[in-house]
């Protein structure tokens, strides 16, 4: 069965550094793109970020340009989200999506159960 | 960029009752065109994709239309397990947009 599964959310002081991971199996990692997708609490959806199979093109929302860096590990089936400079706004589930098919024109069938990310003082 | 424009943002309506969620994009995106359903406290889950196409396993009462800028989410007959946020997304090139989402409760 298709896992993907997040780690490494916390509280983080604004101005603070964080890297989020997410383990994928049960499908050929490197063949599809992956996203993070986060969810302020109580509010709606906000595509964040993805990257090529190959990780050769990356690609952000331009609330998060300049600031988070999209990476994957095709070896280990990993995928990164380094997110630097963050701010109140930040705070929110962050979620590894995989898309339904390899091909670059899909939606997001797989979810991860999301890792919590607190940005206060 | 491209916005993704939903209404209304929330409606009530009762079992049985046609349901329509509209989504408009600013700018032209063909039928790349996905519905997710997020039931409280849940992950989304894909119901539709390229604008009409239904995901496997969700029910037949969900059906999608529209083409451009312009779609539409009907639920033909509401059930109490259709109580959720609903949202739609561009899924043609980054980003990868979602609308702000249609919460639909049963009265």
């Known amino acids: 069965d298709v896992q993907v599964v997040e780690s490494g959310g916390g509280l983080v002081q604004p101005g603070g550094s964080l890297r989020l991971s997410c383990v994928a199996s049960?499908?050929?990692?490197?063949?599809?793109?992956m996203s993070w997708v986060r969810q302020a609490p109580g509010a709606g959806l906000e595509w964040v970020a993805a990257?090529?199979?190959?990780?050769?093109?990356?690609f952000y929302a331009a609330s998060v340009k300049g600031r988070f860096t999209i990476s994957r590990d095709n070896s280990k089936n990993t995928l990164f989200l380094h997110m630097n400079s963050l701010r109140a706004g930040d705070t929110a589930f962050y979620y590894c999506?995989?898309?339904?098919?390899?091909?670059?024109?899909?939606?997001?069938?797989?979810w991860g159960p999301g890792t919590l990310v607190t940005v206060s003082s | 960029d491209i916005q993704m424009t939903q209404s209304p943002s929330s409606l009530s309506a009762s079992v049985g009752d046609r349901v329509t969620i509209t989504c408009r994009a600013s700018?032209?995106?063909?039928?790349?065109l996905a519905w997710y359903q997020q039931k409280p406290g849940q992950l989304p889950n894909l119901l539709i994709y390229?604008?009409?196409t239904l995901q496997s396993g969700v029910p037949s009462r969900f059906s999608g239309s529209g083409s451009g800028t312009d779609f539409t989410l009907t639920i033909s007959s509401l059930q109490a397990e259709d109580v959720a946020t609903y949202y739609c997304q561009k899924h043609d090139t980054a980003p990868w947009t979602f609308g702000q989402g249609t919460k639909v409760e049963v009265e």
């Open positions: 049960g499908f050929t990692f490197n063949n599809y793109a």
């Open positions: 700018q032209g995106i063909g039928a790349y």
């Open positions: 390229a604008a009409s």
């Open positions: 999506a995989k898309p339904y098919t390899s091909g670059w024109y899909s939606p997001f069938d797989s």
């Open positions: 990257i090529t199979g190959s990780g050769s093109s990356t």
